[in-house]
């Protein structure tokens, strides 16, 4: 049972080029979203997922794709990217339900992206 | 939207007691989390509450008032691993979405 796993770790860009972070979770969780994490920012959410086929914005989307076309992937596209997407980034996951148990958020190890 | 201010910044003694105290404004409320986040790490789940009142978790304690939209988190007895960054997040109506604060980084000295 690996959890939430992502790929790469570590990812240096020059501005302008695009790709793919990858997530993937093996607990069958329902809901599954990304988070940057910046200096004195604390965790800002991106995009989140509630199901496989849908998908919608968070707080801060913009520059970002994403899609979930199985339960458990969901890779986030950065299509052109720019400096201010340096960043720390974190996928996570949760059962999702009615009771708060099922809320409680499994998060990957992160991956640090460098544009340069 | 949501709203959540926590202390940037605390320093406590090893075996002391430090309290981390969160408040938030939301249009929306289903429970409030905290994590703690060592460096370079990912966050890990600590507690949870939905209802007023006091949760109890080994040396970890976790109050929520939801009329004040407040809520601490108590780390007893402090040891020096206690050394991380403490998250404070609400979670939506909907119950699935997390707002984080900003953190607050505990620093334990000997």
């Known amino acids: 049972n690996a959890g939430v796993t992502q790929t790469p770790k570590f990812q240096v860009l020059k501005t302008g080029q695009s790709m793919t972070l990858q997530c993937a979770q093996d607990?069958?969780?329902?809901?599954m979203s990304w988070y940057r994490q910046d200096p004195g920012m604390g965790l800002r959410l991106i995009h989140y997922?509630?199901?496989?086929?849908?998908?919608d914005q968070g707080e801060v989307p913009n520059g970002y794709n994403v899609s979930r076309s199985t339960t458990e992937d969901f890779p986030l596209r950065l299509l052109s990217a720019a400096p201010s997407q340096t960043s720390v980034y974190f996928c996570a996951s949760s059962l999702s339900g009615t009771t708060i148990g099922a809320n409680v958020l499994t998060f990957g190890a992160g991956s640090r992206l460098t544009v340069l | 939207g949501q709203n959540i201010d926590q202390p940037t910044e605390m320093t406590a003694t090893e075996g002391a007691i430090v309290q981390i105290n969160c408040t938030y404004q939301t249009s929306g409320f289903n429970g409030l989390f905290w994590y703690q986040q060592h460096a370079g790490e990912a966050p890990t789940f600590l507690s949870y509450n939905v209802l007023d009142g006091l949760e109890e978790k080994g040396r970890f304690s976790s109050f929520l008032s939801r009329s004040k939209g407040y809520s601490y988190l108590l780390l007893k007895e402090l040891q020096m691993k206690d050394s991380a960054s403490y998250l404070c997040?609400?979670?939506?109506?909907?119950?699935?979405?997390?707002?984080f604060g900003g953190g607050t980084r505990v620093l334990v000295k000997p």
């Open positions: 997040a609400v979670a939506s109506a909907a119950g699935n979405k997390l707002t």
């Open positions: 607990m069958n969780h329902e809901y």
């Open positions: 997922s509630v199901g496989a086929g849908i998908t």
